[in-house]
């Protein structure tokens, strides 16, 4: 069945402009998403309803990201929401990590429950209870789980998207054989969240590995991506954990191995959430609203029709229609605006809002042309003949989601300083932001001085893909030799 | 990347066969699932965790319902894990309802909450409270959104699958501006979960009211569907509800007519949950384990190899990977078994557990031959040419769905009496149980005395698809005029 004609009759326009990026970013990002209704505020402290055209962004990052994880041999499973308080304290770091920012089911059923149920901030701890159960033997390896569902974590400072008490994610979970086993995996996934970020967010990430005090509360190494939003802050995009075999001890997962011996498993986990959202708005957008990526726009084309007359508007209807069904079965995602009473201006006003990232303009005199004007999300208006026009369609969708990806390097190595002084990461951070490269000790008085005195934290040391060519020598703080290059900036 | 060749090694065979339906049917369930490894007791009081056989069939119907819900024009949203407690209670009949049931959080960030937090049993409230907000006038009706989520209902005697404390499922909530297209919108949800039902899970359903002791707390009106299980016991598999304006008043959702009056919306509400996994194997499991309809199988064909020497096994494997990679292509999902060391007499035993409808079995010969061996999981085994094989398996598949279908609605049809007398019922609720069509004067004395002194409870009255060609004169208990017919059954 078709689409009701009028989908979108319960969207009025909102007239007032967007604050300026410039202006007030913070102030921009919260006017975009609730103009573009990808999400709203709630009712529920902290918590944010995610509105159909944000949703479906998420679906669309899900199916991607769902076949990657599947092409590589992971399965989906599902784990209770609740969590006994005890399994959270059974390793130490983990529990110092989550357990202050916990919400705690203590009635259940009108009763006083004899342990309380903590709401899962991240599904370890009940995962390898389970794990203790199914693994017996080196046979039993690798388990290559993935969960989709929601977590809690309590905050106290919450934005849409980025911070919130709900939000959605995948967590990944494995457990292997060995130690370099589960490392390949990390690196796997690390690898898979890249190309993700790339190809679908034309978003561009540095990757690395955080530094101790960035590291997930239990792990023994964390990968992470580091994207750079408009305003110059990070944006930590996704993070991939080697766990040891910390977690497999606090649940005494063990294994025979192929000589008859006993150990404990080595494992991961690795996640990606709704905050990716808020990296899409941050990387794209722009002071009149989103700009979507094609590849994950729940819309790739809007078509508005444009008449004079209930004659005209009768062949320009049924072409209109006629036109989204053709690109529809090419399989181009095709919205029509249909809304009576309401100018085209308007329309184009609000559909540039939501970011969609092509819009048709068909009237009589298109036509009678045979041609369509084509006008796109980034700039640009030009008329298209009929003839071949899927194509053209798909070319220009590619095309820009191509250059939206190259738009946002090219804005992230403008913000990025190479063999940074103290002095540059200084005035980096009192100044315009950025990713700031240097040499750094490893020593955590640096890195705290480095965050009291900056706001800038290690967002991590870059892997060989993106250190510097000539690595630095010095630290950039303490000037003692540099044990590893860095990359500092503020971030959400 | 291909799936590891050894998926599935942390499987051990376990060699005990299932209690046998007809001697506990109860205990061949729970079996079956855990043999099946759909499913596995947790931690948690009332959780389960849902394991990777057992996720991708859930997974399989939501792809299914979810384009069905999106052809229709509805759209995806979340809202949030939490509701306010006092949200619950204004709607009178919901909180009697729902209250008794909850689990609540009372901690957040390491705090006693001022307002205790309800764990969604259901999401009407919290999304009342956002369509207040969402919904002015005529022109932004009518909404139609569904949530794919997680909720939690605390029940005292759980089962796997069929009465969890947690449970993942879809809810839809529309809202309309007349009562006549929210009774539409409701039956149209009936009829998409009907064709699901017969369509991807073979399973035959009658649709129908319950009655008002039945219904929905806070609907107008709920429309079921029943199913009929092996043990003659009915399984409530789906309802759509039309709620009047019962939440539009509670939570003051009006919208300004098209003639410039105010009103409140009307609304319905709908959801199917993981129990469907329940109905499946419930409805064509038999004494070896699972029977999956093809259209929900994880895996629709697996491929055995047989071979004696190294020499055989080589020539072997590349053989099946061939012909894996050749009805992958074909879009037949299609697992492989290279276990080594185990007999292919183990490896049927294993797979026919879980349900897998065909298999396959390539050896020398075969190849020699230009055949291949296909088990059907219903029973029979027959060499097939490769020759036009992927059409030919096609066929099978297409042929193993209807016929379960068929086989499902000839057992049901076996276990039902129609124009049942009171001694009917009495009877088959004391033996063999199923479905008992007869007459009802409507009274709340005959059905609270049926269920006291039988067991068995009104499942629908049923709609004229399902209704007998001569309506039932008398009522089936007291013997008054029959104001409707209804299906009585003893139910999970």
Redesign the interface.
């Known amino acids: ?1 078709p ?2 004609l009028n ?1 979108h ?2 969207l ?1 326009a909102d007239t007032k402009a967007l604050t300026p990026r410039a202006q007030d970013f913070s102030a921009w990002y919260n006017e975009l998403i609730v103009r573009a209704e990808l999400a ?1 505020y ?3 402290r902290g ?6 055209n944000g ?2 962004i ?2 669309h990052m899900q199916r991607a990201l769902d076949d990657m994880f599947k ?3 992971h ?10 308080e005890s ?1 959270l304290a059974r390793e130490a770091e983990h529990v110092e990590g989550f ?12 009763k006083e429950l004899e342990e ?2 903590v ?1 899962r901030p991240t599904s370890e701890t ?1 995962i390898y ?2 794990f203790s ?5 080196y ?3 690798p ?1 290559l ?1 993935n969960q989709w ?2 977590v ?1 974590r ?1 905050e ?1 400072r919450t934005r849409l998207f980025l911070r919130t ?2 939000f ?1 994610w995948q967590e990944g979970h494995t457990a292997h054989a060995t130690v370099e086993e589960a490392e390949r995996e990390a690196l796997l996934i690390l690898g898979i969240y890249r190309s993700f970020m790339e190809e679908w967010m034309a978003m561009p990430v540095l990757t690395g590995r955080k530094s101790d005090s960035e590291r997930f509360a239990g792990a023994i190494h964390t990968y992470a991506l580091e994207a750079l939003m408009q305003d110059n802050k990070a944006l930590q995009a996704g993070t991939s954990h080697n766990l040891g075999q910390n977690f497999a001890k606090a649940f005494d997962v063990t294994y025979q191995t192929a000589d008859g011996d006993l150990d404990h498993v080595w494992s991961t986990s690795w996640g990606v959430s709704t905050r990716l959202i808020g990296g899409v708005i941050m990387t794209h957008g722009d002071d009149r609203g989103l700009v979507c990526p094609p590849r994950l726009a729940q819309w790739q084309v809007v078509i508005v029709p444009i008449y004079r007359s209930d004659e005209e508007q009768a062949t320009v209807f049924e072409a209109v229609l006629a036109l989204q069904a053709t690109l529809r079965e090419a399989g181009i995602r095709t919205q029509v605006d249909l809304r009576e009473g309401m100018k085209p201006g308007a329309k184009y006003y609000e559909w540039e809002a939501r970011g969609v990232p092509l819009r048709l303009e068909l009237g009589p005199r298109d036509l009678a042309g045979g041609t369509v004007m084509c006008a796109k999300r980034t700039g640009g208006k030009e008329s298209l003949p009929m003839e071949g026009l899927v194509e053209r369609i798909q070319r220009e969708l590619e095309t820009m989601q191509r250059e939206l990806f190259e738009a946002a390097l090219a804005r992230r190595e403008a913000a990025t300083i190479r063999r940074a002084t103290k002095q540059d990461l200084v005035d980096a951070m009192a100044g315009p932001g950025g990713f700031v490269f240097g040499g750094w000790c490893g020593g955590t008085t640096c890195e705290t001085e480095i965050k009291d005195q900056t706001k800038a934290t290690i967002r991590l040391l870059p892997d060989a893909d993106f250190q510097s060519p000539t690595p630095p020598e010095r630290c950039i703080w303490c000037d003692k030799p540099s044990l590893k290059e860095a990359v500092w900036a503020k971030a959400y």
Not at 47 to 52: D, F, L, Q, Y
Not at 99 to 110: D, L, Q, W
Not at 133 to 137: A, C, D, L, M, V
């Open positions: 069945m689409l009701p989908p009759r319960h009025m709203d709630s009712p529920v918590c944010m309803v995610i509105r159909p949703y479906a998420w679906e092409a590589t041999g399965q989906n499973a599902y784990f209770p929401l609740f969590i006994p399994f357990a202050p920012e916990t919400a705690v089911v203590t009635r259940g059923g009108g309380p149920l709401v009940i209870a389970m159960k199914w693994i017996q033997s046979r039993d390896l388990v789980i569902a929601n809690v309590w106290l008490t709900e959605l």
